[in-house]
T-cell receptor, first 122, second 113 residues
Framework: AQKITQTQPGMFVQEKEAVTLDCTYD???????LFWYKQPSSGEMIFLIY??????QNATEGRYSLNFQKARKSANLVISASQLGDSAMYFC???????????????????FGQGTILTVHP | DGGITQSPKYLFRKEGQNVTLSCEQN?????MYWYRQDPGQGLRLIYY???????QKGDIAEGYSVSREKKESFPLTVTSAQKNPTAFYLC????????????FGEGSRLTVL
């Protein structure tokens, strides 16, 4: 069974500093996708970044990067140059992936971690 | 603008009453999902639908029901059989059930009095 663990209930960071949010996962499937979502106080879930298990390079999207260490089964989110608007709950999630005989990739259920509340101080 | 609209944003209900949460999307997505979020926890899957007129149970379907009569709409009914219905409910959609990224609505907060 899939399992996602986020061990940091809360994190604090100074504005303009970088911060790392931890995520470890457990799966027996060799093929999977890892996702990070941001949930501000409004409640909506905002997709941030995706990493495939076979991707050779760490994913980056603007100020977000994913520190993917496959052997350790970790997928930490790094936010550079933190902004006040980054204050939110952050969720790590995983979907097992399957290769289709006709080509392409199919995904299973999306499983979420418990989340980390990030607070950015001015 | 394309997106997912959930209503109502806040809802109060007395014990023993059924309540229906609305979810509408204009993204032309085939797959739609309902998640429940409790304080201090991640999201848990209630039901999902891959195509119109078809849906499957998720991890915590007991006490809930859904319908998918139109591609754009996936309403969730919280029945009186749900023992602890007070929670934050999130609807999501994706291009297909077998694609990676989910797009979420802003959520509906249900409180049982």
């Amino acid at each position: 069974a899939q399992k996602i663990t986020q061990t940091q209930p809360g994190m604090f960071v100074q504005e303009k500093e970088a911060v790392t949010l931890d995520c470890t996962y457990d799966t027996s499937d060799p093929s999977y996708g890892l996702f990070w979502y941001k949930q501000p106080s409004s409640g909506e879930m905002i997709f941030l970044i995706y990493q495939g298990s076979y991707d050779q390079q760490n994913a980056t999207e603007g100020r977000y990067s994913l520190n993917f260490q496959k052997a350790r089964k970790s997928a930490n989110l790094v936010i550079s140059a933190s902004q006040l608007g980054d204050s939110a709950m952050y969720f790590c999630a995983m979907r097992e992936a399957y290769s289709l005989s006709a080509g392409g990739t199919s995904y299973g259920k999306l499983t979420f971690g418990q989340g980390t509340i990030l607070t950015v101080h001015p | 603008d394309g997106g997912i609209t959930q209503s109502p944003k806040y809802l109060f209900r007395k014990e023993g009453q059924n309540v229906t949460l609305s979810c509408e999307q204009n993204l032309n997505h085939d797959a739609m999902y309902w998640y429940r979020q409790d304080p201090g926890q991640g999201l848990r899957l209630i039901y999902y639908s891959q195509i119109v007129n078809d849906f499957q149970k998720g991890d915590i379907a007991e006490g809930y029901s859904v319908s998918r009569e139109k591609k754009e709409s996936f309403p969730l009914t919280v029945t009186s059989a749900q023992k602890n219905p007070t929670a934050f409910y999130l609807c999501a959609s994706s291009i297909g059930h077998n694609t990676g990224e989910l797009f979420f609505g802003e959520g509906s907060r249900l409180t049982v009095l």
